[in-house]
């Protein structure tokens, strides 16, 4: 497996709340990205990091900021938990970018109610 | 309307059956196109990767891709239970976004 680790990987967060989910590489790869993964919509970018403190929005990075303060690591945080935000996370990393492959975690599990 | 656009299935055949996976997709200035398998409650992994148009064959899989009908496939030869999972197309101008068909779920039955 690809140096990946996401936590926690199972959460439930009652709505209104924060809630931030953690992606630790140890691949040294340049880009990061969080996507959710929901029936019916396949695998959606919310934000992703071409290096340190750089980051850029996906197609669906309402209710959701990221930091990037080390190579090693990306936050993803909801700033206030909704339903609609129940899903599962995964972190993924590449080394050059979108063109070459992408590594993925095992996921977050996140239950909103 | 989603810019790749994936059968979600559900697929089921016989074990060694050929298998056909397709997406569809509307911006033509997508140059890379891959294939990414994933197994139940795991993260995806690339299985096939095609740049511009053709074929590439890795084993039992083939990837092709025609970039003058905007649509690529997955071929999957003598299909094994092992194959079950979910495939996902995926493809990008080479810039930082790859964009995600929903996923092809896939039974090869014994």
């Known amino acids: 497996d690809a140096g990946i680790t996401q936590s926690p990987r199972h959460k439930v967060t009652e709505t209104g709340t924060p809630v931030t989910l953690r992606c630790h590489q140890t691949?040294?790869?340049?880009?990061m990205y969080w996507y959710r993964q929901d029936p019916g919509h396949g695998l959606r970018l919310i934000h992703y990091?071409?290096?340190?403190?750089?980051?850029d929005k996906g197609e669906v990075s309402d209710g959701y900021s990221v930091s990037r303060s080390k190579t090693e690591d990306f936050l993803l945080t909801l700033e206030s938990a909704t339903s609609s935000q129940t899903s599962v996370y995964f972190c993924?990393?590449?080394?050059?970018?979108?063109?070459?492959?992408?590594?993925f975690g095992q996921g977050t599990r996140l239950t909103v109610v | 309307q989603k810019e790749v656009e994936q059968d979600p299935g559900p697929l089921s055949v016989p074990e060694g059956a050929i298998v056909s996976l397709n997406c569809t997709y509307s911006?033509?200035?997508?140059?890379?196109f891959m294939w990414y398998r994933q197994y139940s409650r795991k993260g995806p992994e690339l299985l096939m990767y095609?740049?511009?148009?053709g074929n590439k064959e890795d084993g039992r899989f083939t990837a092709q891709v025609d970039k003058s009908s905007k649509y690529i496939s997955l071929f999957i030869r003598d299909s094994q239970p092992s194959d079950s999972a979910t495939y996902l197309c995926a493809m990008t101008q080479g810039a930082q976004k790859l964009v995600f068909g929903q996923g092809t779920r896939l039974t090869i039955n014994p």
């Open positions: 095609t740049y511009s148009s």
């Open positions: 691949e040294n790869h340049r880009y």
């Open positions: 993924a990393i590449s080394p050059q970018g979108a063109a070459t492959e992408a590594f």
């Open positions: 990091s071409y290096g340190v403190k750089d980051t």
């Open positions: 911006n033509s200035a997508f140059q890379y």
